[in-house]
């Protein structure tokens, strides 16, 4: 995406950028190391079409990088840009904040609200 097309709104950027289920869930995944496409397509358990996509828009928009080796036939990493691990921290914070949000509704569903 060229920056001409980002929103004004920053939270409409993030959203534009990784509000894609699959794409955060790759963000997640590529923060504790290097994958492999198919290591990334087990891990997410989406399709390889979507994952394709996903990984295609993330590398345009620099998030990611997509490296080949030379060495090995069919062999291609994923991992994360600078940028890319920018984004940690608003991982964290989404995991802390689903864990607390699972909590509370498990607290109202036992109690009837």
Same mark, same amino acid.
């Given at each position: 995406m060229e920056?001409?097309?980002?929103?004004?709104?920053?939270?409409?950027?993030?959203?534009?950028?990784?509000?894609?289920?699959?794409k955060i869930l790759i963000i997640k995944n590529l923060l504790e190391k290097e994958k492999r496409f198919?290591?990334?397509k087990k891990n997410l358990g989406c399709t390889a079409k979507v994952l394709t996509?996903?990984? #295609?828009? @993330? *590398?345009?928009?620099?998030?990611i990088i997509r490296e080949v080796d030379e060495r090995e036939v069919n062999r291609v990493e994923y991992y994360l840009t600078d940028?890319?691990?920018t984004l940690k921290p608003v991982i964290e914070s989404m995991?802390?904040?689903?864990?607390?949000?699972?909590?509370?509704? #498990?607290? @109202? *569903?036992?109690?009837g609200k």
């Open positions: 920056y001409k097309e980002l929103s004004t709104n920053p939270v409409a950027v993030v959203l534009q950028l990784v509000g894609a289920k699959w198919c290591e990334l996509a996903c990984l #295609k828009e @993330m *590398e345009e928009d620099g998030l940028i890319g691990y995991q802390k904040w689903g864990k607390e949000y699972k909590k509370l509704r #498990k607290l @109202m *569903e036992r109690y």
